[in-house]
């Protein structure tokens, strides 16, 4: 799987370097045997943010960009979305994706993150609770996002972001893109048409194993 996200990932046409960040000698060897990069990092970190502080930290540019191993039917594309606001807009610190439920069953189910996002573009909340909490249907549903799990940071909001405390909400959420709404530092969410599915659990693996062998369609 480590190799199909690596691919994906090295296809985007904004990237200047994929590397793979982890504890784990036999994916850092994978990885070096189908030709990519890897690094190994400290074994200590709780989250997968404090893991790409690490390696950031010894890199020498302004955005880095965190994709998770487990998101094998990545759209290449969907990089290019998500690092594009940085150019515009100097201020901005993290970058994210959501896209729009269409599937209200996704709305339960606590391995699709949820997120509500204000007038200006900017992440409010994320949780793994259906939200917004609508009281009364028939008045007309709002607009619902499920939160597509990509992040680009300023390097330097990066390295803050990781020096900080685990925070209640994130905890509580296992969420930690919440640890920097609790301390203040704004997430921008664009809006992305590109499909995207994480393993997160066996039947997942199975779905995404099905697909990676269905023919392309013409």
């Known amino acids: ?56 930290a010894s890199l020498d540019c302004d955005i880095v960009v965190n994709v998770q191993g487990d998101e094998p039917l990545l759209d290449p594309r969907s990089i290019d979305e998500l690092v594009a606001p ?28 949820k997120v509500v996002i204000d007038r200006a573009g900017f992440a409010l909340y994320f949780s793994r609770s259906p939200i917004p909490y609508v009281r009364n249907p028939p008045g007309g549903w709002p607009p ?6 990509l992040y680009a940071y300023r390097r330097s ?6 020096a900080l ?10 969420l930690e893109q919440l640890r920097a709404l609790e301390h203040g530092i704004r997430i921008k969410a664009v809006e992305t048409e590109y499909e995207s599915f994480g393993v997160d659990t066996p039947e997942d693996l ?10 392309a369609s013409s």
């Open 1 to 56: 799987m480590i190799e199909h996200v690596y691919r994906r990932v090295a296809a985007s046409r904004i990237l200047s370097e994929v590397i793979v960040a982890t504890d784990d000698l036999r994916i850092a060897t994978r990885v070096h045997d189908f030709g990519g990069k890897a690094r190994l990092t400290r074994a200590t970190h709780t989250t997968g943010t404090d893991r790409l502080a690490e390696v950031a």
């Open 86 to 113: 940085f150019a515009s807009d100097r201020s901005l610190q993290i970058t994210t994706l959501f896209r729009r439920i269409h599937d209200l069953a996704e709305l339960s189910n606590p391995n699709v993150t």
């Open 144 to 149: 619902l996002y499920r939160h597509i799990g």
């Open 157 to 162: 909001a990066l390295l803050v972001l990781a």
């Open 165 to 174: 405390e685990p925070t209640p909400l994130e905890r509580a959420e296992s």
């Open 206 to 215: 199975e779905q995404v194993r099905r697909l990676l062998t269905m023919p």
